[in-house]
């Protein structure tokens, strides 16, 4: 016969949601700064993906 579990205290529920919210902040912090120094960069370089060799392809 199935018996329903036991409840999770208050305390146990609000660690696990803080540490979630905690994890959501510095991903959208680190997001926010690398979308900002992408953006205000004073280089006209910008970081070309590997095997990019330039050339345009013959037609």
């Known amino acids: ?9 208050m305390s146990k529920k609000r660690i696990r ?13 680190q997001t926010y700064f690398l979308a900002k120094s992408r953006a205000f960069s004073r280089s006209n370089e910008h970081p070309k993906p590997k095997g990019f060799s330039g050339r345009q392809p013959n037609k």
């Open 17 to 29: 949601k803080n540490l979630w919210k905690k994890k959501t902040y510095f991903s959208i912090v």
């Open 1 to 9: 016969m199935a018996v329903p579990k036991k409840r999770t205290s």
